[in-house]
């Protein structure tokens, strides 16, 4: 039906000019006080062989219309299978469809070039920093005054701060980077937790983890560094007490002790730059972890959810998709 109202759309004028016709020879033959019955057989005649011209030139409406469609998903690659047109007009819009095709093609691939140049070099610096970062940790584990204990967790924020760098700019096309397999999910999040002992050490926090049996398909690294976004941010807003991770259901919580989250900053907590009032009060939130999670956690088909209140710490919920549907998609 809407392709039915969309062709006598782009007939309009023609309609327009039959009924014009019809009603002026009706008007002819009645001033000429002729017989009304050739008036009306004229006027058959009109809607005959508009009938006909309707029903061949809607067929090549539709189905140049078809044609345009099945082009619009893959451009602008497909350009030169535009149908071939049948006037002047659509000649000209077929050669301004191409040559904007051929600038499209020109600045994807100058974008895409400038994206691999982007990658390749936080690859190379986030490598080459990892250098010294190895060197003062070797210096530092020889040391065991008080001092060295603070230099460890600034040294193990700045590798990770390192690694997000890097993340951040994967993110923009981490389909590329995505390779989905099971997941034993227990050992994946002891593997996270034991990234974090420095600060849960220097910060005299507990940890715990409840054992629990679950098999996921994900990626793998991706979904460490979601779990590594929440563990860093409950870590930052945690002055004592701890963290528990565990199964509740279908999902796995990451619940802290923390400061807790304001009602009215929940809704924009995972917002890009966003960091609500604990972040304005610490000074030192950037507000890009969660909202790296986040993206991260979208690619992976992944939910998450918060819930938290003021002073009564934080509840943070990961719901896994169905391996047999959602993360095929």
């Given amino acids: 039906m809407r392709e039915l109202f969309a062709y006598l759309k782009y007939r309009a004028v023609l309609l327009f000019a039959y009924a014009a016709a019809s009603a002026l020879t009706l008007v002819i033959y009645y001033l000429a006080a002729q017989d009304m019955v050739y008036a009306r057989y004229t006027v058959l005649l009109y809607t005959v062989f508009l009938a006909l011209f309707l029903v061949v030139d809607g067929v090549r409406f539709y189905r140049k219309r078809r044609a345009l469609k099945a082009l619009s998903s893959p451009f602008p690659y497909a350009a030169d299978e535009l149908p071939a047109p049948k006037s002047a007009l659509e000649a000209e819009y077929a050669r301004l469809f191409f040559e904007l095709s051929q600038t499209y093609s020109s600045l994807k691939r100058q ?46 924020k700045i590798e990770r701060y390192a690694d997000m760098a890097l993340r951040y700019v994967k993110l923009s096309d981490i389909s590329s980077d995505l390779l989905i397999e099971p997941c034993e999910l227990y050992e994946t999040v002891r593997e ?33 560094f979601i779990l590594e976004q929440l563990l860093s941010n409950a870590l930052k807003y945690t002055p004592e007490g701890g963290i528990r991770i565990y199964r509740a259901q279908n999902a796995l919580v990451v619940e802290d002790s923390g400061i807790g989250i ?57 719901r896994f998709p169905n391996p047999n549907t959602d993360i095929f998609k």
């Fill in 192 to 224: 996270s937790v034991k990234k974090f002992g420095v600060l849960f050490v220097y910060q005299k926090l507990s940890v715990e983890i409840e054992p629990f049996q679950w098999q996921i398909t994900t990626d793998r690294r991706w979904l460490v």
């Fill in 111 to 156: 974008v895409e070039s400038a994206h691999e140049n982007s990658i390749e070099y936080y690859t190379l610096w986030v490598h080459q920093i990892k250098t010294p970062i190895a060197a003062l940790s070797l210096v530092l584990s020889q040391m065991n005054d008080e001092r060295s204990g603070v230099i460890r967790q600034e040294l193990f």
């Fill in 262 to 318: 304001r009602a009215e900053d929940l809704p924009r907590i995972f917002s890009k730059g966003y960091t609500g009032y604990n972040g304005r009060t610490d000074g030192r939130a950037s507000g890009i972890g969660l909202y790296l999670a986040k993206k991260a956690a979208d690619a992976l088909h992944i939910s998450i959810e918060v819930q938290s209140a003021l002073a009564q710490g934080t509840k943070v919920f990961l």
